[in-house]
């Protein structure tokens, strides 16, 4: 198994928990935020000037808008 099949594995685990702890979809958006506030604590850890994770973040931003107006991801 790969690291990205083991990292999808993980987070189709913790989606599932996260979704049968807290059905309000509401509740989701404080998760969402703090694996973001955390992804960046590392991403600043390992790049002080954090380019690479504001790049991340735009882009998710781009995916987001997409989405909306799509309805796929």
């Known amino acids: 198994m790969s690291r990205e099949d083991e990292l999808r594995d993980i987070l189709d685990r913790t989606a599932k928990e996260i979704s049968s702890t807290q059905n309000n979809p509401r509740t ?10 955390k992804l960046e604590e590392q991403a ?25 107006r799509t309805g796929v991801w």
């Open 28 to 37: 989701w958006l404080a998760w969402m935020v703090y694996l973001l506030g």
């Open 44 to 68: 600043a850890n390992q790049n002080p000037d954090k380019t690479a994770y504001t790049e991340m973040r735009s882009a998710m931003l781009d995916v987001i808008r997409n989405r909306q």
